[in-house]
T-cell receptor, first 111, second 116 residues
Framework: DTEVTQTPKHLVMGMTNKKSLKCEQH?????MYWYKQKAKKPPELMFV???????INESVPSRFSPECPNSSLLNLHLHALQPEDSALYLC??????????FGPGTRLTVL | QKEVEQNSGPLSVPEGAIASLNCTYS??????FFWYRQYSGKSPELIMS????GDKEDGRFTAQLNKASQYVSLLIRDSQPSDSATYLC????????????????FGQGTILTVHP
């Protein structure tokens, strides 16, 4: 299995909702990432987990809460989001911190 | 100065031509260089990685790196309409401890259009 999977593909939520994005990889990669991508912009790094520990948090607001239950899974918990948080949320994984492979993304709309 | 700079394009080339995409970076500590292709509405797809000065070829793609000039490029030979996409240059550096878990800095992307 050489892919990163993400669920759901699309998510619409209100500003008072709580939801979670899920990411899974079975390539034995040691690092997993969350990125946010707005239209016509490059991906922006949010969080990096290495060996299941949070190693980088790019000053992301606390309404985004990452979780790495095990080496194959990465979650992003969402609470009290704002409309400007609407974007494509990308998960990626990497064996050694070099080549990163992206999942298909979750397109999030906050109403 | 942006950390990673690319011409936003659009770059338009005829089918069968060579498309040349360029990227410059400002951090001399950068050690890893990547090209991603992103189709509209899709996620980025890694197409080339390069770590040493010189050329690296993979099929119709050639990546070129010149660390002295802080310049990395991607050549696409025999361009096809299916190559029409946004091409993202990404750069990473290793930590002081030698690991890289692994902050990629992306350029703004170059839109490539290959017309029949």
């Amino acid at each position: 299995d050489t892919e990163v999977t993400q669920t759901p593909k699309h998510l619409v939520m209100g500003m008072t909702n709580k939801k979670s994005l899920k990411c899974e990889q079975h390539m034995g990669h040691r690092a997993m990432y969350w990125y946010k991508q707005k239209a016509k912009k490059p991906p922006e790094l949010m969080f990096v987990y290495s060996y299941e520990k949070l190693s980088i948090n790019e000053s992301v607001p606390s309404r985004f809460s990452p979780e790495c239950p095990n080496s194959s899974l990465l979650n992003l918990h969402l609470h009290a989001l704002q409309p400007e948080d609407s974007a494509l949320y990308l998960c990626a994984s990497s064996q050694d911190g070099n080549e990163q492979f992206f999942g298909p993304g979750t397109r999030l709309t906050v109403l | 100065q942006k950390e990673v700079e690319q011409n936003s394009g659009p770059l338009s080339v005829p089918e069968g031509a060579i498309a040349s995409l360029n990227c410059t970076y400002s951090d001399r500590g950068s050690q890893s260089f990547f090209w991603y292709r992103q189709y509209s509405g899709k996620s980025p797809e890694l197409i080339m990685s390069i770590y040493s000065n010189g050329d690296k070829e993979d099929g119709r793609f050639t990546a070129q790196l010149n660390k002295a000039s802080q310049y990395v490029s991607l050549l696409i030979r025999d361009s096809q309409p299916s190559d029409s996409a946004t091409y993202l240059c990404a750069v990473a550096r290793r930590d002081a401890g030698g690991t890289s878990y692994g902050k990629l800095t992306f350029g703004q992307g170059t839109i490539l259009t290959v017309h029949p």
